[in-house]
Structure formats: C-alpha cells, structure tokens
C-alpha cells in the first residue's frame, strides 16, 4: 500500500513538472545583445556593438519579445512581440507587432496601440538583425551562457541574461 502511494505521489509530480517544462530548452529566458555584424553585398561586413544600448530578447514557449533599449523610438514604441519557431538548429522569428504608447486626444490619457508589421521592406527590425518582417536564422551557439544566431542578413551575438 505504502509503494503504491509513492509511485502514484511520484507520477502526480511528474505529469506537474511536465506541464511547467517548454520545448525550446536552453533558448527560454532573457538574453542581451552583444553585437550585430551586418552582412553586406560588398563582403565588408559591418559590426556594431550594441551591448550597452540595453537591447533584450526574451523567449517562453512560442512567443517572443524583443526590448528595444536605446533603439526605442516613436514608431518602435517600448516592446516588440513577435512568434517564433526552433526546430532544431533552425529559429525562424515572424509576426511581428510593434508595441507603443500614444496620447489621445487633448484631455484623454495615454494608451497602447498595437501595430502589426505586414511591410516586407520595414527596416523597423534592423537593429536587431532582422531584414523585413521575418527572419530565419541559423544556432550556430546555444548554451546556458551564449547564443549565436547567423543569417545572410546578419550575425547575433547575445548572452544569457
């Protein structure tokens, strides 16, 4: 009887811990930039280092959010949404929606507008590495410290945060 209540004490703890768990592994969680090299057609590649302009990238389940730090502008607003997909060493980002703060008219409060991006020639995304409004890159790192991503647009560099 005793064994019997273990295991199934057991099972309940597993089928819990198993609903907590995500698919994408190490991806999930909060990561700063450190650096972009732009490919360009040239072959003179461009990098720019943008670990103190405090732009993150966060990752839970099948949404991600980008926050655009010292990138924020007007149009940009205060946070990106975006979905995405890891399937193997591939992490494909799509869906954008930008959102941002605006004021109402006079005597009204601020409130969020909710813009999605649907122009494949944005350069709103740029500074993160992405060209137009979706972007698949290549894992070249991924561990509890670093990841890599690389693109034939550009190179990311981020770590765990």
């Not at 992490?91 to 954008?96: I, N, P, S």
């Not at 929606?97 to 969020?112: D, L, M, Q, W």
Request: glycine residues 8%; hydrophobic residues 40%.
């Amino acid at each position: 009887m005793r064994r019997t209540f273990i295991l199934l004490i057991a099972a309940s703890l597993m089928m819990i811990s198993c609903d907590t768990m995500t698919r994408n592994g190490k991806l999930d969680g909060m990561w700063q930039y450190l650096s972009i090299t732009y490919h360009t057609a040239t072959g003179a590649d461009s990098v720019v280092n943008i670990k103190d302009d405090k732009v993150y990238m966060m990752y839970g389940e099948n949404l991600g959010q980008i926050s655009p730090g010292a990138y924020r502008t007007d149009s940009m607003g205060d946070r990106v949404l975006m979905r995405f997909h890891k399937r193997g060493r591939t992490l494909e980002l799509y869906d954008f929606t930008v959102y941002r703060e605006e004021i109402g008219p006079i005597g009204t409060e601020r409130h969020s507008v909710e813009v999605v991006l649907t122009d494949s020639a944005s350069t709103l995304l740029a500074p993160f590495g992405v060209d137009g409004i979706s972007a698949r890159f290549h894992i070249k790192r991924l561990d509890g410290a670093k990841m890599e991503l690389t693109s034939s647009y550009a190179d990311i560099l981020l770590r765990k945060f």
